[in-house]
């Protein structure tokens, strides 16, 4: 049964990543069309969907553990080390295509979040701002909030366990947040 709880635990994980992809995107729309007010609920839901990456993020270790004492490998297995133990049968082809499309996802959310954070930091156009001083304030903290979410969505925890090296990205690491 270990090897099936994993391949949910990677399901799911693989639909929150989608839907992070999608929320990057979605942020990135309204900042392009220069809807800054927007930022305050984009912000809010990107932070809902790296809490939940985080808690995906204790199941898919607890699964991996589970499957690597199952399968006689080291506790911390990264995914790519479990493909190559696997068992003859589907579970080899199976993990290698949930690491695939996992690292395909990263990659997309890694340009995501380039644009976004590129975005974030260029600001809106204050010359052309009708809004008052107070409204730039409040904008000014929802960019801090969003660049903060943003910067979380760099999963170094999922990184390690693909067996996606940070010399394979173009930035260096952030500091690990647990996810």
Partial sequence: MGADELSATLWRGRRQLDFLLFLLET??????????HRLNFTASELEKVIENLRFESLARGVEATS??????APDRSTLPA????????????LLDEHRRAMVLLVENID?????NISALETGPDKAGS?????????IQANIQRALTA????????LR???????????????????T
């Fill in 27 to 36: 942020q990135l729309l309204h900042l392009r069309a220069g809807h800054w």
């Fill in 130 to 138: 009708d809004g008052d001083e107070l409204e730039l304030l409040a």
């Fill in 150 to 157: 943003v910067r979380e969505a760099s999963l170094p925890l």
């Fill in 67 to 72: 499957l690597a004492t199952e399968w006689q």
């Fill in 82 to 93: 479990l493909v190559e133990i696997a068992p003859e049968g589907i579970w080899a082809g």
């Fill in 160 to 178: 390690e366990f693909l067996g996606i090296s940070w010399r394979d990205v173009r930035e260096e690491p952030p500091k690990p947040s647990g």
């Fill in 111 to 115: 340009t995501a979040v380039a644009a």
